[in-house]
């Protein structure tokens, strides 16, 4: 299982964008999906988005219209492009894999502070 290193965090006024980036610990090529999640304080994890092979995608509804996911298999690495930032997206942003369609998730990496305030 593959494991990232997530970056690109930072602090941002409402409104604003940021890209976060994953580089994951071996080839993602073969892997089954790649998702973006989130973790804000004193709330469980959620799904934030996912890109599966052949780029079916999927967005949390509080996020549609606003992030793109995409992925780079080349690169080993996935990207979350973040627009129109609210104060609630403030999180902790993990990437996670899938390998196949069978299998569970593989460890958690130290995620990437985004804060949103002005």
């Known amino acids: 299982q593959v494991q990232f290193v997530e970056s690109g965090g930072g602090l941002v006024q409402p409104g604003g964008s940021l890209t976060l980036s994953c580089v994951a610990s071996?080839?993602?090529?073969?892997?089954?999906?790649v998702a973006w999640y989130r973790q804000a304080p004193g709330k469980p994890r959620e799904t934030v988005a996912r890109i599966r092979n052949g780029d079916n995608i999927n967005y949390a509804e509080s996020v549609k219209g606003r992030f793109t996911i995409s992925r780079d298999n080349a690169k080993n690495t996935a990207y979350l492009q973040m627009n129109t930032l609210k104060t609630e997206d403030t999180a902790v942003y993990y990437c996670?894999?899938?390998?196949?369609?069978?299998?569970?998730?593989?460890?958690w990496g130290q995620g990437t502070q985004v804060t949103v305030s002005s």
């Open positions: 996670n894999a899938q390998q196949t369609v069978l299998t569970g998730l593989g460890p």
């Open positions: 071996g080839s993602i090529s073969s892997v089954y999906s």
